[in-house]
């Protein structure tokens, strides 16, 4: 699963991200808001849909500023022996009376939650843990609410607005090893060059006299983290009808609860899990909900 390291700094009480399971793509028509000539308009455009099962909040972690910048003071995980079993846990961290001792000095909170697999269309059981930043103008006011939501689920909807701008971090499909023309897009070589035309005609200049890290060859390609960034939400819903195609999505089946729909494409392959993530470059703007015309249901069994 994708890490997330950087948030954004937003001053509303609540978490900044949320986790699903992409299901697969379709094609979406709605009417054009924004400012470019089609303003007004309806416009086809391509579109992710995502499963996002509600996630349940085990415990939260507390921040503090250390030498180095910013450290994790301590856990709180809820006393709950089902969660605790699922977790491989013996006993729940308890770290309030240290949070209450250092409240002044404290620098943010994130929640501790895991995903729900089983209640989606792909056949996992094993849960993924998360981390998930929660958004605030004090740190008191962070500390009550992950108070509030320990041991409880969140739902997409107590995260994001449909019209919202989100940024998907996922991990991408991998390739294993390829040569540099499929890797990297070099140009193939004429025919009598050194006998091959898929490689590479130099692999740098004679001084320095090593090969640099910069240069053009053959290696790994794909299953990298990447972040893409303000992918627009088209829809929310919890009846899968309205979006699964017939026959269900390819390699993928039906999806089973709560869904979201972004424009355009995701990283990765049908079933690996997406972060979603509150937009960093767009902190502040104000979602305007799509009017959407019409969501393709045709089958993709071809």
């Known amino acids: ?23 697969g793509m379709t094609s979406v028509s709605f009417i054009d808001d924004s400012t470019s000539p089609s303003k007004g308009l309806e416009i086809s455009a391509s579109a992710t849909i995502i499963e996002v099962p509600p996630i349940t909040v085990y415990g939260y972690r507390a921040y503090i500023e250390g ?18 079993k699922v977790l491989g846990f013996s006993k729940a961290p308890n770290g309030t009376p240290l949070i209450e001792k250092h409240m002044n000095e404290l620098t943010g909170f994130s929640l501790l939650a895991i995903s729900k697999p089983e209640m989606t269309g792909i056949g996992a059981k094993k849960p993924v843990r998360m981390e998930l930043a929660v958004g605030g103008k004090s740190a008191k006011e962070m500390y009550d609410y992950c108070k509030s939501v320990l041991g409880k689920e969140l739902h997409i909807t107590d995260v994001f607005k449909e019209g919202e701008f989100v940024d998907a971090i996922a991990v991408t499909k991998g390739k294993g090893w390829q040569g540099a023309v499929k890797r990297l897009g070099v140009a193939q070589q004429r ?60 390699h993928f089946g039906n999806v089973k609860g709560d869904y979201v729909v972004l424009r355009g494409s995701i990283a990765g392959p049908v079933k690996r899990i997406v972060r979603l993530r ?24 071809g």
Not at 278 to 301: C, D
């Open 191 to 250: 025919r009598k060059a050194t006998g091959k035309r898929r490689h590479v005609g130099t692999l740098g200049p004679w001084h320095p006299a090593k090969v640099m890290y910069t240069a053009t060859m053959a290696g790994q390609m794909g299953f990298h983290r990447r972040t893409e960034y303000n992918k627009r939400i088209l829809k929310m819903g919890t009846d899968p009808k309205d979006i699964v195609p017939a026959g269900g999505f390819l």
């Open 1 to 23: 699963m994708a890490r997330i390291t950087s948030w954004p700094a937003i001053e509303a009480v609540g978490p900044l991200g949320f986790a699903g399971y992409k299901a």
């Open 278 to 301: 509150k937009a960093m470059r767009l902190v502040g703007v104000a979602p305007k909900k799509p009017e959407l015309k019409y969501i393709s249901l045709r089958s993709k069994q």
């Open 67 to 84: 030498y180095g910048g910013k450290r994790a003071l301590c856990d709180v995980v809820a006393q709950d022996e089902k969660l605790l």
